[in-house]
C-alpha cells in the first residue's frame, strides 16, 4: 500500500489480533486521508468550498506517501485560492475554515515543496497583514498561532518593497501626476481629468498604510474623466497588473513562474 518503508509491526503491537504500525503523523490528517482512501466521495466534490485541515492532510501525506490523487486535490484547491496562474487571478474562495489560512498555506507549501503557491499568498500576506501580524504572528480561536519562518519573513520584507515601488510604476502609473502629458496627449477635459486623477491618488495614500500594497487592484472606473483618458487609464492598469504578474516571484526570492510550474 504504502511505498514508504514503513516502522514494521511487531507481535507485541498487536490489537485484536490485526498488527498495529506507528506513523509519526497527525492523527487528524491521517483521519482525513484515510476516510478518502475509503470512500472516495470523500471531499471530491467538484468546486465545493473545502476545510483548509483536509486541504494541509491531503497536501501532507498525498506528498510524503505518494498519493498522486490527493496530492492532486490539494493542489487544484490551493492554487484555486492562490493562483498561479495570472487568468486565474480573480478567482473567489474554495477553501474555508481558517482565518489566517494565507499564512497556514505559506508554510505548507513550503512544506510539501508547493513553491507555485507561494508568490500570489505571499502578495496577499503584503497587501493583507502588518509588520506586528508578521512578526507576532496570526492566529483564531480554532487554531493557534502560526509564526511564518525566517525566511519567509525576509520574503515578505523584501516583496512588501519591491510591490509598492513596482505597483507606482505599473499598475497606477496613470495616476502619476508627471506623466500627465505623456499618457494622456488626447485628453479633451485636462482641468477635470487631472483633477479626477489627483483625487484618487489622495484617497489611496491617505487610507490604511496597508491598503497602499495593492498592486493587483481591479479599479471600478467610477471617476469622473474623459473617455480617451479612461481608455489609456485602463490599458495602463491591465498591463500593469500583468507585468507585475510576470516578475511577482522575483520579488520573493523565488525562480520564475516556468521554473515554479515544472512539476
Ligand atoms: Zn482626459
Not at 502578495?123 to 525566511?151: F, K, M
Request: aromatic share 12%; charged share 25%.
Amino acid at each position: 500500500m504504502f511505498k514508504f518503508a514503513l516502522p514494521q509491526p511487531t507481535s507485541k503491537n498487536k490489537l485484536e489480533e490485526c498488527p498495529i504500525v506507528r506513523l509519526p503523523d497527525s492523527a487528524e490528517d491521517w483521519t482525513h486521508v484515510l476516510r478518502a482512501l475509503c470512500d472516495r466521495s470523500y471531499q471530491f466534490d467538484g468546486d465545493e468550498s473545502q476545510s483548509f485541515s483536509v486541504v494541509a492532510a491531503f497536501a501532507r501525506l498525498g506528498t510524503k506517501y505518494e498519493f498522486r490523487q490527493l496530492r492532486t486535490e490539494a493542489v487544484k484547491r490551493l492554487t484555486f485560492e492562490f493562483p498561479s496562474q495570472f487568468n486565474r487571478l480573480d478567482s473567489g474562495i474554495h477553501i474555508i475554515g481558517a482565518n489566517d489560512l494565507v499564512f497556514r498555506a505559506i508554510t505548507l507549501a513550503r512544506e510539501t515543496n508547493m513553491l507555485f503557491v507561494l508568490p500570489c499568498a505571499m502578495a496577499i500576506c503584503c497587501q493583507s497583514y502588518t509588520i506586528r501580524d508578521l512578526l507576532n504572528g496570526v492566529g483564531s480561536p480554532d487554531y493557534p498561532y502560526i509564526v511564518l519562518s525566517t525566511e519567509d519573513q525576509r520574503a515578505y520584507l523584501s516583496g512588501w518593497y519591491d510591490l509598492i515601488h513596482m505597483q507606482a510604476k505599473e499598475t497606477f502609473k496613470w495616476l502619476d501626476p508627471h506623466m500627465r502629458d505623456t499618457l494622456f496627449p488626447d485628453c479633451v477635459s485636462r482641468a477635470r481629468c487631472t483633477k479626477a486623477r489627483a483625487r484618487v491618488l489622495y484617497s489611496i495614500g491617505m487610507s490604511h498604510p496597508i491598503s497602499l500594497c495593492n498592486p493587483f487592484s481591479r479599479f471600478d472606473w467610477e471617476m469622473v474623466m474623459c473617455v480617451n483618458c479612461t481608455i489609456v487609464s485602463k490599458v495602463q492598469h491591465a498591463r500593469g497588473r500583468k507585468n507585475i504578474w510576470i516578475d511577482l516571484p522575483s520579488f520573493f526570492g523565488l525562480p520564475g513562474w516556468d521554473e515554479l510550474l515544472k512539476e
